[in-house]
């Protein structure tokens, strides 16, 4: 299996632009969960999926932070308008069940002008 | 809420044997897992624990006491690339699909 994919990889942009993060799961995986990890606040949980269904997502910070999962087989967080304060390395996982063990794509690292 | 506490920093010799310590306050609690992240990389899952006692992956063990909420990782024979970042996470018996992070302990690992 290829693993979790998430894109870009990098992405700079400037301050009130909309940024959109992509991320593909491992198939067969009914849980999606999207991470954000600073130096200040270290990793946390911003929203997480079970079959598509956002089952928690007070972790998103603010109303400018919304996230989708159209399909078992990609979701999407979005930032709109964007701030130099949500700079940071957004990581998706998913798992096989509840409970089970989180698989991490490689991230992306989102840098806001 | 939750929260959860382990040291910030070890530092170690090659070949040695260290132990990382994570305490957590939870309203409820399923289980607690240990990831490694190496500068740069994203977490990978390397134990979990959700009964009490000892488990063990190869150099890796992991502890835990419910009662004294409270965990450990064990890392033996030292190596320089077990130099990473370790957190443990915790998951609530309440919404066990969860996982609330430590801030992690940064491993430095010497010749």
């Known amino acids: 299996d290829a693993g979790v994919i998430q894109s870009p990889r990098h992405e700079v942009t400037e301050m009130g632009q909309e940024v959109t993060l992509r991320c593909k799961p491992i198939s067969g995986h009914d849980y999606l969960f999207w991470y954000r990890q600073t130096m200040m606040r270290g990793l946390e949980l911003l929203i997480y999926?079970?079959?598509?269904?956002?089952?928690?997502d007070s972790g998103m910070p603010e109303d400018r932070f919304s996230a989708k999962m159209p399909n078992a087989s990609f979701s999407t967080l979005k930032i709109q308008p964007s701030e130099p304060r949500d700079s940071a390395v957004y990581f998706c996982?998913?798992?096989?069940?509840?409970?089970?063990?989180?698989?991490f794509g490689p991230g992306t690292r989102l840098t806001v002008l | 809420g939750q929260s959860l506490e382990q040291p910030s920093e070890v530092t170690a010799v090659e070949g040695a044997i260290v132990q990382i310590n994570c305490t957590y306050q939870t309203s409820g609690f399923y289980g607690l897992s240990w990831y490694q992240q190496h500068d740069g990389g994203a977490p990978t899952f390397l134990s979990y624990?959700?009964?009490?006692g000892l488990e063990e992956t190869g150099r890796f063990s992991s502890f835990l006491s419910r009662s004294d909420s409270y965990g450990y990782l064990l890392l033996q024979e030292l190596q320089m690339k077990d130099s990473a970042s370790y957190f443990c996470?915790?998951?609530?018996?309440?919404?066990?699909?969860?996982?609330?992070f430590g801030d992690g302990t940064t491993l430095t690992v010497k010749p």
């Open positions: 996982a998913s798992s096989r069940s509840e409970g089970d063990t989180q698989y």
């Open positions: 624990n959700g009964l009490d």
């Open positions: 996470a915790v998951r609530e018996d309440t919404n066990a699909g969860k996982s609330t």
């Open positions: 999926f079970n079959n598509n269904v956002p089952i928690d």
